[in-house]
């Protein structure tokens, strides 16, 4: 709870707060508790750097650290900003990355796998990846 007030109470907004996309009344409540609150003023060291801070700089951060998930930009967004579009390395293959729309991936349209198939590939895969000993040294998936 110290971290959420720490948090919230760090990201202080300016006028009345559109807290309606936390849905549990509770955590709206405490929320508008934190608010409530004046914020910490800032200190020697705080004030120093935030003279020397660029205005579209303060204006990134803050957009970036708003409250509201809604009110906050993609990180495609936040790299299409002015400060960070020099930090954007092209990639050769972009319209690879891009899902393709033509495929159906609901699960209905999977084709059936038998259960001990379905585990013994999922068991395979745990073997890969996590470096269990294989299933020739005795190692077999358990149920």
Known sequence: MDQLRLVAGGLHPEGDVDLSFIENETARRFIMGVYAKKPAPMSCEERLLAAHVPPNVVRLIMDLCAFNPDDRPSASEALEDPMLCDLVVPHPQRDLLAPRSDQD???????????????????????????????????????
Do not use: C, K, N
């Not at 209905?108 to 000993?133: H, S």
């Open 105 to 143: 991936w609901s699960i209905d349209a999977l084709p059936e796998v038998p259960e001990a198939r379905l585990r013994r590939m999922l068991w395979d895969e745990l073997q890969r990846y996590r470096r269990i000993p294989s299933t020739s040294t005795g190692g077999e998936p358990s149920p």
